[in-house]
Structure formats: C-alpha cells, structure tokens
C-alpha cells in the first residue's frame, strides 16, 4: 500500500502565499507523475498542477505564473508553491501520485486525504 500525506493548507489573504507538500510512502518503487488537484464547493475536481518525473510539468490556465510545482524524487515528495492568491482559488486540495510497487507491477493512482486552501480577507 501506498500512502500520500498533504500538508501546508491553511487560511491566507487575497495576494498571499502559501506552499504546499504531499510525501508519500509505504511499497514504492517508482513514481511517474505527481498532481495537485482542487475541488471547490458544488464544483468538479480538477487539475491545478502536475510533473512528471522528468520534470515535465503542466499548469490549469488560471494557475499560470502564479503557481509553481516541483518534486524531489529522493524524498517521493512534491510540492505545490502559491503566490499572488485569489479568493477563486479556496478549495481542498488533493495530492495525487501514480506509483509502481514493483518493478514488473502495474502503476496505480493514489490520492492524498485532501487539505483546506482557503484566500479570504
């Protein structure tokens, strides 16, 4: 089993920072991409940011030069940093992860427990 355990939510004013981290564990051998995705309230769950391990990285339109995400493979951890906050960017934001536990083993998709983001004056 695999693990993801987010952190670094919190309550922040609009034009505010916040960096988020999502570590994960348990029966890894490999991690190929890493996301952060959000959901707001009577909203769909969508993609905010992902990379992949290469360092190939993919950004949501509203996110772009605001948010930046970056990983360290050593650690199997990846983060989420946010600048210049909106109130349109509340939402729980969850970790995921695609993850190999063996070497011959299919990759499969694990989610964090979810942590509150919310940009409110």
């Known amino acids: 089993q695999v693990q993801l355990v987010e952190s670094g939510g919190g309550l922040v004013q609009p034009g505010g920072s916040l960096r988020l981290s999502c570590a994960a564990s348990g029966s890894i051998f490999s991690i190929n991409f890493m996301g952060w995705y959000r959901q707001a309230p009577g909203k769909q769950r969508e993609l905010v940011a992902g990379?992949?391990?290469?360092?190939?990285?993919k950004y949501e339109d509203s996110v772009k030069g605001r948010f930046t995400i970056s990983r360290d493979n050593a650690k199997n951890t990846v983060y989420l940093q946010m600048n210049s906050l909106k109130p349109e960017d509340t939402a729980v934001y969850y970790c995921q992860a695609t993850v190999r536990s063996t070497d011959s083993g299919p990759f499969r998709v694990y989610w964090g427990q979810g942590t509150q983001v919310t940009v409110s004056s």
């Open positions: 990379i992949t391990s290469g360092g190939g990285t």
